[in-house]
């Protein structure tokens, strides 16, 4: 698994294989609030008040839009402030505009979807706010998941990892693999689950298990499969005999000159 950089990631992509253990993803889920505030002393309150702001927003104003990236995107995960400039080159016009088709997106695709029953992916949305300086869809979908978090979810480093194997990107193309897995693991958990609650609980799945406590939490004991520790075994394995040969090299000139002259003698 050369994909996994992040802490808990293994054990998470064990837990996210039993979504039919509908309590045991409750219990996860509660630990939310706690593993926020493991992260920072106030992300659980930012968390909670900027999911009140945004549900009840119909005009994003700038202070709001990078209150969201700066005090929970990038506390959350990973800050990246070679951003912040882009970010603040935005006009309030402009953020303004933007959010506004974004809703607008949302709104039209839900009466479609409600027509047709559809369960997919607002890609229009994500797309309307992709056009501000310094927002891809991970910071799209980080505002849209605070804003209907039934529709839309983040895409935590953590997630990424656990549900793409392979090296983590934050592409439109990704985006729709994690949600497609979040909402058929939602489908299996009931109707008290959307995508962002899923994958909400497997990112706090993954920092339990980075902090030694997933296994206390959920209830049960998450054993690794062999391959999951072997591999880990296998790649150091392969780097030592690559060591070895590199530091052996051939042999010098003088070694094959000597050899040669007690062939002939």
């Known amino acids: 698994m050369k994909h996994i950089t992040r802490p808990g990631v293994r054990d998470a992509i064990l837990f996210s294989r039993k979504p039919s253990d509908v309590k045991q993803w409750e219990k996860v889920h509660a630990e939310m609030p706690q593993m926020l505030m ?24 700038k202070d ?8 929970w995107k990038f ?6 402030n070679a951003l912040k ?27 479609n979807a409600a027509a047709a029953s559809d369960d997919g992916i607002c890609e229009a949305a994500l797309d309307a706010l992709c056009v501000l300086s310094g927002v891809g869809v991970a910071t799209a979908a980080a505002l849209l998941s605070l804003a ?19 090296k983590r990107t934050y ?16 489908g299996t958990l009931g109707e ?36 999951d520790t072997q591999s880990t075994t296998d790649a150091t394995s392969r780097a030592s005999r690559k060591r070895k040969v590199k530091n052996e090299g051939t042999p010098s000139r003088a070694s094959a000159i000597r050899r040669s002259t007690r062939r002939r003698s």
């Open 148 to 166: 209907y978090p039934k529709r839309f979810m983040f895409l935590d480093d953590e997630v990424i990892e656990c549900l793409v194997h392979k």
């Open 64 to 71: 709001l839009f990078l209150r969201v990236v700066y005090e």
């Open 38 to 61: 493991e992260r920072s002393d106030h992300l659980a309150k930012t968390d909670e008040q900027l999911r009140q702001a945004l549900q009840s927003c119909e005009r994003l104003d």
């Open 85 to 111: 400039k882009l970010l603040n080159s935005n006009s309030a016009n402009a953020i303004e505009a933007a959010w506004r088709n974004a809703v607008n997106a949302v709104e039209r695709y839900e009466a």
């Open 192 to 227: 008290a689950w959307s995508v962002d609650r899923v994958g909400r609980t497997i990112w706090t799945s993954a920092r339990l298990s980075a902090l030694g406590r997933l296994d206390d939490v959920s209830g049960s004991r998450i054993v690794r499969k062999d391959s």
């Open 171 to 186: 592409t439109m193309k990704v985006y729709r693999e994690v949600h497609t897995k979040c909402q058929r693991i939602a």
């Open 75 to 80: 506390v959350k995960g990973k800050p990246r």
